[in-house]
Every structure is written in structure tokens, then in C-alpha cells.
């Protein structure tokens, strides 16, 4: 992706957030304003996945085996180490910043690319971080829990954070031939090998008696243990059970 086009991206998503922040407060009598909205984008995303995801995720389980779709998870978070590299310098964790930068050298060239994770057999544990995450741990607060198409649940925090990552990822300045081609491929192969490797817990979510609400609460508690701060449930709601937490 172009430098140029890159900024354009973070400028739309970022302007976007701002203006959807300021049009909705996440109070305790109104802890999801964007309800319904939010149930027919996942009700659009749950009828896309079923009709062309899914089924892409089970074939693709059926035409390889463990091993290939190790190596092919390797390789798609190898490439986001240098992002989550910039991040953990920008949350000011030095340690794990070269503890990141560390993975990336020796996956990308004793790894094969990142095919292969000796890195981890070193003791050097992969870490995530994201432009979101460091917004949180800079004390922006999260917004409106939001509903996507295409992209599922997120909040105006995300979204925004997702333009950063975009202009932060030093992986996307550099221009090649059919780089863009290159990079949708890339893309496209990491996300229905992250959805084969999520099908039980698609099924597990669907088994809930309401997944919406059930997805939304795990999407909150899940991104504020990766920022390190408490999750509070909305207007009093009682703690997630066993099973809504066991997928």
C-alpha cells in the first residue's frame, strides 16, 4: 500500500471514529447505542460467513493438514511483528520491544521466512500490540461498541486505532511489483487460515442463547486484558459464565 494511499486511510478511519465518538455516549442506562445497528451488521456478517467463509475454512481444513496451517500462521503474524514492534515503543515497553524485534530477525531468517518459529523454541514469546491497544494505554477511553460489515466487532477506539496501524506498519512502505496484489493475497490467505482455526469457536458462539450479546461482552473483556485495565460489565450485568468463556 502507498504511502499516500496509507495517510488517505488513516485520515478517512480516524474522521470517521471522531465524528461517530461524538454522536453516541456509552452510558449505564445506554451501554450499547449502537444496538441496533450493531445486530443487523452481525446478522449480515454471520449470513456472509455461513454462505461463503465457512465453507472456504472447511475446505481449506480438508485440503491441508496441521503442519501447513502451522506454517502459514507463522508467516502472517511474523509479518506483524514490526507493527507490534512500533506499538510496544510507543507504550514505552522497551524490553518487549526488542524482545519483538528479536522474533522478527531470527523467524524471518533462520524461519524461513517466518514459515517456521524458532524464536519461541529460544524463549523469545511472541507479544501482540496494536495502535488500539496503545491508545488505551495512553487513557483514551474505548466508545461505542460497533458492528462492521465485513470487518466484525469492534469500538470507535479500534477503529481509529486500525488507521494507525496502518500509517504506523513499516511493512507497508515499501513499493514492489504488484505489491498491492501481493499484499491482498497475503491478506486473503491469513484470514481463512485464521477462520479455519477459529471454527469450534464460531460453533461455541452460536451456541450461546444470544451470541450478539455474548460476542460484544467477550470483545470488551478481551481487548481490556490486552490493554491491562479492569472490564466492567455494562449496566450491572452478571459475570460471563464457563461455557461463554471456554472458546
Not at 64 to 84: A, I, Q, S, Y
Not at 99 to 125: C, E, K, Y
Amino acid at each position: 500500500m502507498k504511502p499516500v494511499r496509507v495517510r488517505l486511510i488513516c485520515a478517512a478511519i480516524a474522521g470517521s471514529a471522531l465524528l461517530m465518538t461524538g454522536c453516541a455516549t456509552v452510558t449505564v442506562e445506554n451501554p450499547d447505542p449502537y444496538e441496533d445497528f450493531n445486530r443487523q451488521m452481525f446478522a449480515f456478517n454471520e449470513a456472509l460467513d455461513q454462505a461463503v467463509l465457512e465453507p472456504l475454512a472447511d475446505g481449506y481444513r480438508t485440503v491441508t493438514n496441521e503442519p501447513v496451517r502451522e506454517g502459514v500462521g507463522n508467516f502472517t503474524k511474523n509479518l506483524g511483528e514490526p507493527l507490534t514492534f512500533v506499538n510496544h515503543l510507543l507504550q514505552g515497553k522497551l524490553p518487549d520491544a526488542g524482545a519483538t524485534l528479536g522474533r522478527f530477525v531470527v523467524n524471518t531468517t533462520i524461519g524461513g521466512a517466518g514459515v517456521f518459529d524458532p524464536a519461541s523454541t529460544f524463549g523469545m514469546q511472541r507479544t501482540t500490540e496494536d495502535f488500539g491497544q496503545t491508545l488505551g494505554v495512553w487513557g483514551v477511553e474505548s466508545g461505542p461498541f460497533i458492528v462492521l460489515p465485513f470487518l466484525g466487532p469492534t469500538n470507535t477506539r479500534d477503529i481509529i486505532g486500525r488507521g494507525g496501524d496502518a500509517a504506523l506498519n513499516p511493512l507497508n512502505y515499501p513499493e514492489f511489483e504488484n505489491d498491492d496484489a501481493i499484499r491482498l493475497g497475503i491478506l486473503a490467505l491469513g484470514g481463512i487460515n485464521a477462520r479455519e482455526d477459529g471454527i469450534e469457536a464460531f460453533d461455541e458462539l452460536r451456541a450461546q442463547v444470544d451470541p450478539y450479546t455474548t460476542l460484544r461482552r467477550l470483545y470488551g473483556r478481551t481487548r481490556a486484558a490486552d490493554i491491562g485495565i479492569p472490564y466492567n460489565e455494562p449496566n450491572g450485568a452478571p459475570e460471563l459464565t464457563d461455557d461463554e468463556l471456554d472458546f
